[in-house]
């Protein structure tokens, strides 16, 4: 049996470099942090998911700080979106809880493969000149309760996987509402903030979260979410859509061994 001290240190390190790729990518580093709390310890998927909400929390309130503190964030659009993930986490949790392991791990690698050739057409040279022309829009262009309805996707997506609600979220900003990759990821974690705490207590209630890993995960991503906002605010945006892409294949690649 790995001694207790050997678990969270790797705990910390793994945490910190989740940390700082979800500051990169705006997504909380909860997608990464699943597939390997399966693959390293073994976690089924319900106790991975739960165990990554303990160590997604703090994280994105400090992306968020680091995002509203390069742009500023519209938190009254936000706020209607988190008003209507609320009721639908809830519902999304219970049907993930209920359900087998291996199979809702199947489906989240699947989720999480059509996000990522999404990316993949974003970032290339023919969707980049399909849409050069076309002006970003801000988040005052747009009414509040489509930001709201958009919430109410995060939550069920949220709730069901855990994480991945921002992951939805973010490509219906940038291509549907027209927001920049940055505007829409500051957004998305902003409203998803309250259902990540109801996910979290759903799971927890469950017994699904195991917090002598999760703990240390958090605080080791706190210490370089910093750093990763900083270079996501650096790189282009065609770059930033590959590179998120890119790391949603390994991700996806971690579950499929990992089940």
Known sequence: MVAWYVVVAGALFS???????????GIGGGLLAIPLLGLVLGMDQQLAQGTALIMVLPAVLATVRKYNQQEAIDLRAAAAGALGSIALTWVGAQLALGMDPVLLRTIYAVFVLLIAVFYFYQSSPWARRGTSSTPRLKVRDHHRGWFALIGMLAGITGGIFGVGGSVLVVPLLTTVFRLSQTDAQGLALTMIIPGIV????????QGQADWMVGIPMALGSIALVPYGVRLAFSLSEPRLKLTFACMLLVIMVLLLVSS
């Not at 109801?198 to 209630?205: F, N, P, S």
């Open 15 to 25: 945490g910190a470099v989740i940390g700082f790729t979800g500051g990169v990518l």
């Open 198 to 205: 109801v996910a979290l207590v759903a799971y927890a209630l």
